[in-house]
């Protein structure tokens, strides 16, 4: 039986080691902002909470629709994970209200308790955007990170996934998988 296992640990039939934990970048500050329901939005109700976020517009003719096809994607992947949340964030505050944000979550069938639609004053939006997120600026072009980003149950950056790389999902949910089972 020894022989037969070194030989598979020899060939890669069986791996001992240890998968690395993911890097931790940085923590997401505190932020205010408004749901799709209207109601406030405070990060701290992400607490303990591993998310998955985005920057999207719901007018947008380019890359966000498909972004948020992949996130309904990853909400079904994760449905039996509860502490696993989603948090599309607009770059376009002054059109996309709640009521517009939350007609763009029925269209992507959101379930209102796992995936959130944000909004917010346009300092507030590019100030998180910049240096929460460190993805680039909210400045009313409409030009912004296609990338989503995972954060830990701390607040913590732990990934990037560029919604235009072949597997990229896949190694998203991977992470998500990875994240709920540390005890970080």
Not at 43 to 55: Q, T
Not at 102 to 123: I, K, N, S, V
Not at 130 to 137: A, H, I, V, Y
Request: proline share 6%; aromatic share 8%; net charge positive.
């Amino acid at each position: 039986m020894k022989l037969l296992l070194t030989l598979a640990l020899t060939i890669g039939l069986v791996s001992c080691r240890k998968e690395a934990p993911l890097p931790v970048y940085w923590q997401i500050p505190s932020f205010q902002l408004t749901s799709q329901s209207g109601q406030p939005f405070d990060s701290k109700s992400l607490d303990g909470d591993i998310w998955v976020a985005d920057f999207i517009y719901t007018t947008c003719p380019g890359p966000c629709p498909r972004m948020s096809a992949q996130m309904r994607g990853v909400q079904s992947a994760v449905a039996s994970m509860p502490r696993v949340k989603l948090v599309s964030i607009t770059v376009d505050p002054k059109n996309d209200t709640p009521a517009v944000l939350a007609a763009y979550a029925t269209r992507y069938r959101a379930q209102p308790d796992r995936w959130f639609f944000l909004t917010g004053e346009q300092a507030a939006l590019e100030s998180l955007c910049r240096n929460g997120f460190k993805l680039g600026d909210v400045d009313g072009s409409m030009v912004h990170s296609t990338r989503f980003v995972l954060v830990d149950r701390h607040g913590r950056v732990r990934g990037f996934y560029s919604v235009e790389e072949d597997g990229a999902v896949a190694k998203l949910l991977h992470d998500i998988r990875t994240l709920v089972g540390e005890t970080l």
